[in-house]
């Protein structure tokens, strides 16, 4: 049952001011994502943010090709910091588990890999740039007061 809930969808953005990108085209592709999206435009600390305005170009060891990695988030403080920020379940940021479904465990192991590829190039970039990486589990969200269920 989904309780009238829509996981993505169209994020109208109430402060453009504090939006650095294209306004008009903001997609929240989890509930995750438009928590954050809130809590940027509310936030005093948050000068600018963006979504998916970030562009990485990366290779995918799991699937030997070249990708674009789009960036979930992209934010601006008041003290200078800038930081790339994915927002990912807490579960894909480890290792899977082997388990009894052998087509689970090769898919949550592609879907890992990939991730590890997408996070150190994003990491790099970040770093060329004088900016942070950092990935953001529903734990994060959490301790952070972004989520508060």
Known sequence: MSYGKTYSGKYKIKKPAKYDGDATSVTYRSMWERACFTWCERTADVVKWSSEEIIIPYYDQAN???????????ITFKNGETVLVEIKPDKQTKPPRKG???????????TFVTNQCKWQ???????????????????????MGILKF
């Open 64 to 74: 030997r090709k070249q990708r674009r990695y789009f960036m979930d988030l992209r």
């Open 121 to 143: 190039a994003a990491d790099e970039y970040a770093k060329k740039r004088g900016w942070k990486f950092v990935v953001w589990t529903e734990k994060t969200l959490k301790k």
């Open 100 to 110: 009894k479904n052998k087509q689970r465990y090769l898919e949550e192991s592609v």
